[in-house]
Each structure stands twice: as structure tokens, then as C-alpha cells.
Nanobody, 122 residues
Framework: HVQLVESGGGLVQPGGSLRLSCAAS????????MGWHRQAPGKERELVAS???????NYADSVKDRFTISRDNAKNTVYLQMNSLKPEDTAVYYC????????????????WGKGTLVTVSS
């Protein structure tokens, strides 16, 4: 059974930084894409950033040049370094792993974490 657990959320002032982490567990052999999505109150969930196994990255326009996604394939962990945070970055941030192969299964849609709250406010 694959599980994703996020950590690193919290309250930060505008202009500050936070680093989110997400660790996947459960007899995983490989993960094709890992990513971060976010959902603000009253809004739909949106993609923030994603990274493939070889390291190709993709960012939402709203976070380019401020956020950096990275991953450690050996640890099945993905990170999101968030700098120059703005109040509009306030949201619950969800980790996603897609194209997940375990010893006995393959899931194209993958799995989601439960989310971690990021609040940017003075």
C-alpha cells in the first residue's frame, strides 16, 4: 500500500520561505512523476510544479522563479522550496505521485497525500 506524507507547511510572513517535503512509502520500485498541487479556499486544485524521474520540471506561471521542485529518487521523496512567498500562495499543498510501480502493482493515476497548510500572512 503506497502512502504519501507531506511536511513543512506553516505560517510565514510575505517575502519569506518554506520548504515542503513529501515522502512516498510502500514497496515502491519507481515513480514516474512527482508533483505539488495546491487548493486555496473557494478555488479549484491547481498544479504548482512537477518533476519527472530523470528530472524534467514544470511550473505554474504564478510560481516560476520563486519555487523550485526537486526529488531524491533513492528516497522516493519530493521537495518544494518556496521563496518570496505571497499571500496568494496561501493554500493546502498536496503531494502527488503518478506512474507508480510497486512489487505487484502499477498505478498510472497514482496517489495523493493528505495535504499540508501553507499560510502567508503578516
Amino acid at each position: 500500500h503506497v502512502q504519501l506524507v507531506e511536511s513543512g507547511g506553516g505560517l510565514v510572513q510575505p517575502g519569506g520561505s518554506l520548504r515542503l517535503s513529501c515522502a512516498a512509502s510502500g514497496r515502491i520500485r519507481s515513480i514516474n512523476v512527482m508533483g505539488w498541487h495546491r487548493q486555496a479556499p473557494g478555488k479549484e486544485r491547481e498544479l504548482v510544479a512537477s518533476i519527472t524521474s530523470p528530472g524534467r520540471t514544470n511550473y505554474a506561471d504564478s510560481v516560476k522563479d520563486r519555487f523550485t521542485i526537486s526529488r531524491d529518487n533513492a528516497k522516493n521523496t519530493v521537495y518544494l522550496q518556496m521563496n518570496s512567498l505571497k499571500p496568494e500562495d496561501t493554500a493546502v499543498y498536496y503531494c502527488n505521485a503518478a506512474g507508480v510501480s510497486t512489487a505487484s502493482t502499477y498505478s498510472a493515476l497514482g496517489y495523493w497525500g493528505k495535504g499540508t497548510l501553507v499560510t502567508v500572512s503578516s
